[in-house]
């Protein structure tokens, strides 16, 4: 859910045209949607959005027990805002 919400606040404020006038903006926002999702998915995933902030502390622990799902999740939130944006959001 996290990456749901950090991938299209990065497509709107940095990539998209329509935002030029809010560019000097866009490193706010992005933190703030960052922050968000890692106070949001602290207590679930330790605030893992990114599946390599994942792997390390499991190869130091040697703990692999449901880690499929720290690649899963970013990934498939990821795909999903893709598509919700560009489907709903993009011109």
């Known amino acids: 859910m ?9 497509f709107m404020v940095a990539i998209d045209r329509r935002a030029e006038q809010y560019a000097k903006l866009a490193p706010f926002a992005i933190s703030s949607a960052l ?5 949001l998915s602290g ?3 330790g605030g893992s959005l990114n599946p390599a902030r994942a ?3 499991a190869l130091f622990a040697n703990l692999w027990q449901n880690h499929i ?10 795909v ?8 709903v959001l993009k011109e």
């Open 35 to 39: 922050t968000a999702g890692v106070l």
């Open 80 to 87: 999903l805002a893709v598509l919700a944006y560009s489907y």
């Open 69 to 78: 799902v720290y690649w899963l999740g970013p990934v498939f939130g990821a």
């Open 2 to 10: 996290g990456t749901f919400v950090l991938v299209p606040t990065i």
């Open 43 to 45: 207590a679930i995933s």
């Open 55 to 57: 792997l390390g502390p």
